[in-house]
């Protein structure tokens, strides 16, 4: 059967004013054929229009006048025939000029309407190109982006969230940078990736040994910019040709556009968090304090602890006692572990980098309990943080609003603690740590650099 095809013959066409592509398929649009105008109070005028757009103005126009505004308009898309679609809209009369009238949608106020002289082939090509026009706004059509401000200081100081102020900068994100090891005096050569990543394993592995209670994260590569001349240049710029032999190297150089010769130092960091959690503990002080207390050391692998407690005296009960650390320093002997300072007064304290060297930037025993005096002569009091083997459920550790509990975290078989989940490196310890006597734990883990004195007491 032979498609009809679109008469010549002149219509009332619909014409849309604003963006047709913000009206959906079911509004009417540009190019519908009007045919007919429904008016509250008179009979339904029906197409054929003689006078075209005229007529209609004038039949709009009179209705106007006896205040009847409320329109119906029906329509049809597509060929004459059994498969054309009729489309209807309510509208109410909006006068536009003198003696010219559009209709505004009583659904939708930004839709409104007018009416044009055109042919039905012209309504039909108009009808067609619909779809392609939209095509093409929704492939010129952008997500737009800005900027939406963010109370950070409301969210970072709230107490219903993990971190809050007290937690410092960083919040619970711990790492170190492990700079790869150089071959060279001149710092021309330096050890691979594979090696590099090697070093921060042992690194992880020993703390862990020690009983630094800490767990794996990540490892990823981060890229430090320096300048590089001579024989360095002429050994590694040229890798830049070909990819695939610089991705194990730890430097590589190129050349910017000044003619500069540059390199890529390709260092570790290590990502890592308490086993438990880092909790802070506030450390409040009397004008009869003499002593903090406790005593700190450093670890081969730089971190701070707490080396020891002293007990009670006659004279009164001492800042570490008043404010749990004493029991917390028990329980971390107890399970093998060692008390790990993280910050002192918000001041992180952990090791931070492995220099190209091999030695570890870490803090000194000496200037830190020299602080800590200093905070105890001011009767200034202040938080200490400390990561913790297992998240507690009743500890000795007075919480930040001020509350404090008695009883330690449950370890007996009745009341136990809550069960960390284990992570890629406990395989690899278990078998060593076995083999280490809990009695001798102390002996091992209690080690100490640069440090005159066995203990640092404040």
Known sequence: MDKPQPSDGPVVAIESIGKVEEFGPDMVQTGDVVEDIRISGSPVVKAPFKGGKAAVQKILHAAFKRGDTSVV??????????????????ACLVPQGKRNYILRSIYDPNHTVGFADRTESECIALQESRSTRLVSELTKAHV????????????????????????????????????????????????????????????????????????FVNIQTEALL????????????????????????????????????????????????????????EIKLNQYDTRLGFAVSRTDEGFIYISSVEEDNKEGEAPSTRCGLRDLYKLAKAASQLLIISRIANEKVLPWMVCSTGSIRCYDTISLSQKLSLHRKALLPFY????????????????????????????SAEEPAEAVPSDPLSNELEEETESMGRESVGDVSFRFEDVILPRSWV
């Open 144 to 215: 737009q982006d800005g900027f939406a401000s963010y109370p950070w200081e409301k969210k970072m100081n709230s107490k219903s969230l993990s971190y809050n102020h007290l937690t410092g900068g960083g919040g619970s994100f711990l790492s170190i940078l492990i700079l790869p090891k150089a071959l060279d005096s001149t710092s021309s050569r330096y050890d691979t990736i594979e090696e590099t990543m090697g070093r921060a394993h042992s690194w992880l592995l020993s703390a862990r040994k020690s009983g630094v209670p800490i767990t």
């Open 384 to 411: 200490i943080h400390l990561l913790l083997w297992d998240k507690p459920v009743n500890s000795a550790v007075e919480n930040v609003d001020g509350r404090r509990t008695d009883r330690a975290p449950a370890t």
């Open 73 to 90: 308009v029906k329509i049809r898309r597509g060929l004459l025939g059994p498969n054309r679609e009729r489309k209807e809209l309510q």
């Open 226 to 281: 320096t300048k590089i001349s001579g024989e360095t240049t002429s050994a590694t710029v040229n890798c830049i040709n070909d990819l695939s032999n610089i991705t194990n190297l730890s430097l590589y150089g190129f050349e910017d556009y000044h003619g500069v010769d540059l390199g890529v130092v390709k260092a570790v960091r290590l990502w890592y968090r308490a086993t438990g959690e880092e909790v802070p503990l």
